[in-house]
């Protein structure tokens, strides 16, 4: 199979031709306009501390941030409704189900809607099964998302593997899968992930450093690796299947941001991207107060799964609590 460069992909997306994609795809038609209104852009540029009034004209009035440089909504999807992974506690079955349910067609559907409704970037890993959906999708639909790579760097050649993998298949920026980070710092191999981070940026990308945990964030931090963004779980803990005790200061296998208040403490003083995930808790959290919490406590994005049904309403949703957030305002300034 010929490896695709980032920029390849590029321009074969720029020379698609929208209306043909369209026309093959089942969604509904109509040109894509993303981004803020122009008031809003102003307000972004001339004030850091400020997230200008978003106003909403239409189901693509998605407000936009950037990562050094790229433009993302601030919604992003994640992929793991595309390759059919879910925390489902211990629902085997529901793996088998998500795979059933969302055939190869339905996927390119889902995409286009999320197009439709102003989500231009998706998160995934860079190998199969979900890569061959975004390369039909660019390839055979004209489709413009913007794919971050959920990227497992090898000690042993960091430029290589999935991050040569990444670049090889269109990746618009990469940084290190959080599980992976929060192993690396557990077992002392810190320095890792600022090797990762400037084996990325050699390839003119945004490069990021993902965890559940906060240590890679904070070592980062510390250290100096420069990265672009940061990728962290938060949700709040006032959920049933949660188990948290404070007072015992435990948690349940049900939670994947085990230090909520701390991460919200940390990042108040960081001046990088913070992408937010598992905001609603593999499902636990209704998405309205999962966003709503994500963004006022420092997020600059959040990523989440989403079905194809629940596009347009979680859209929506990010929307209103962006347009509130622009007029309440938030402790921690945008940082994107």
Not at 167 to 182: F, H, Q, T
Not at 229 to 246: G, I, N, P, Q, V
Request: a negative charge.
């Amino acid at each position: 199979m010929h490896k695709r460069t980032r920029e390849e992909h590029d321009k074969r997306r720029d020379t698609m031709d929208r209306r043909d994609f369209l026309r093959t795809s089942a969604v509904a038609s109509g040109g894509l306009t993303l981004g803020l209104a122009g008031s809003s852009q102003a307000g972004a540029e001339s004030n850091e501390e400020t997230f200008g009034p978003v106003e909403i004209t239409g189901p693509q009035d998605m407000p936009m941030g950037k990562l050094n440089g790229l433009e993302v909504s601030r919604l992003i999807s994640g992929a793991n409704v595309f390759h059919g992974f879910a925390h489902s506690r211990d629902l085997d079955y529901v793996h088998q189900l998500m795979r059933r349910y969302n055939t190869e067609e339905r996927l390119m559907e889902t995409l286009a809607e999320f197009e439709e409704n102003g989500v231009n970037a998706i998160i995934g890993p860079p190998w199969d099964p979900f890569l061959p959906i975004i390369d039909r999708y660019w390839e055979e639909y004209g489709g413009n998302m913007k794919f971050i790579s959920d990227c497992r760097p090898d000690p042993a050649n960091l430029e290589g593997g999935e991050v040569q993998l990444s670049i090889d298949r269109g990746a618009s920026a990469i940084y290190v899968n959080g599980v992976l980070a929060d192993e690396w710092c557990i077992h002392g191999r810190e320095e890792l992930l600022g090797d990762s981070v400037q084996a990325i940026k050699q390839f003119g990308v945004p490069a990021g450093i993902g965890g559940h945990s906060l240590e890679p964030m904070v070592v980062a931090e510390e250290v100096g690796f420069d990265a672009d963004f940061y990728m962290k779980t938060l949700h709040h803990h006032d959920y049933w299947s949660c188990d948290a005790d404070e007072a015992e200061g435990t948690v349940g296998r049900a939670s994947w941001a085990l230090e909520p208040e701390r991460t919200i403490e940390f990042m108040q003083e960081v001046d990088k991207p913070f992408i937010a995930f598992k905001v609603m808790a593999a499902g636990a959290i209704p998405p309205r107060d999962g966003f709503q919490y994500a963004f006022e406590n420092g997020a600059d994005f959040v990523c989440a799964g989403i079905f194809d049904w629940q596009i347009e309403e979680d859209c929506r949703i990010a929307r209103e609590v962006l347009n509130g957030l622009a007029e309440t305002g938030r402790q921690r300034p945008w940082r994107a």
